[in-house]
T-cell receptor
Framework: SQQGEEDPQALSIQEGENATMNCSYK?????LQWYRQNSGRGLVHLIL?????REKHSGRLRVTLDTSKKSSSLLITASRAADTASYFC????????????FGRGTSLIVHP | DGGITQSPKYLFRKEGQNVTLSCEQN?????MYWYRQDPGQGLRLIYY???????QKGDIAEGYSVSREKKESFPLTVTSAQKNPTAFYLC?????????????FGDGTRLSIL
């Protein structure tokens, strides 16, 4: 079953703008991860945030986690055309499961 | 370089035919996974394996079968019982253990019906 749901489903912006994607999940988690998928390729892991963390940075990526609202956001700052891809969140439920549950993804298009 | 290799990249299946998708990893990961991805959809888990000679059904295992005879290899067979096999299939691997490790993905196999 899908636990993570991303919002919006699609996002179109101009190069240089910031892109924000949101993810909601249903049960308590150990951690939440964000992945990127270029068209016709596999997923690539971007960043992991643990349940006891509120914010994490990696280069132009900033991830926040609000466990009280069961939601996370991924911010890409100063976007580039090369950031065009689909972005997925994957939540790992607490209780020892190592199987992640992926959302449906946000399709991001960055226009040059 | 370590990674996951899926083959073939494109595969066509005839009516009533079984086809096998290959997945090989040299990351020394214990856990391996198969996902199905339909257009505009997230990933749905077909099968997963924590260790050699052991595997479990995921959310949509009907019409699929797997084997795990070697740590490096986790082939997926799409049987004739799978009536709607057209999809993008992704294989992944990870370190197995508590705490949920990131998954590493291959570049997928796109399966279509002839």
């Amino acid at each position: 079953s899908q636990q993570g749901e991303e919002d919006p489903q699609a996002l179109s912006i101009q190069e240089g703008e910031n892109a924000t994607m949101n993810c909601s999940y249903k049960t308590s988690i150990n951690n939440l991860q964000w992945y990127r998928q270029n068209s016709g390729r596999g997923l690539v892991h971007l960043i992991l945030i643990r349940s006891n963390e509120r914010e994490k940075h990696s280069g132009r990526l900033r991830v926040t986690l609000d466990t009280s609202k069961k939601s996370s956001s991924l911010l890409i700052t100063a976007s580039r055309a090369a950031d065009t891809a689909s972005y997925f969140c994957a939540s790992h439920a607490s209780g020892g499961s190592y199987i992640p549950t992926f959302g449906r993804g946000t399709s991001l298009i960055v226009h040059p | 370089d370590g990674g996951i290799t899926q083959s073939p990249k494109y595969l066509f299946r005839k009516e009533g035919q079984n086809v096998t998708l290959s997945c090989e990893q040299n990351l020394n990961h214990d856990a391996m996974y198969w996902y199905r991805q339909d257009p505009g959809q997230g990933l749905r888990l077909i099968y997963y394996s924590q260790i050699v000679n052991d595997f479990q059904k995921g959310d949509i295992a009907e019409g699929y079968s797997v084997s795990r005879e070697k740590k490096e290899s986790f082939p997926l067979t799409v049987t004739s019982a799978q009536k709607n096999p057209t999809a993008f299939y992704l294989c992944a691997s990870s370190i197995y253990g508590q705490g949920s490790q990131p998954q590493h993905f291959g570049d997928g196999t796109r399966l279509s019906i002839l």
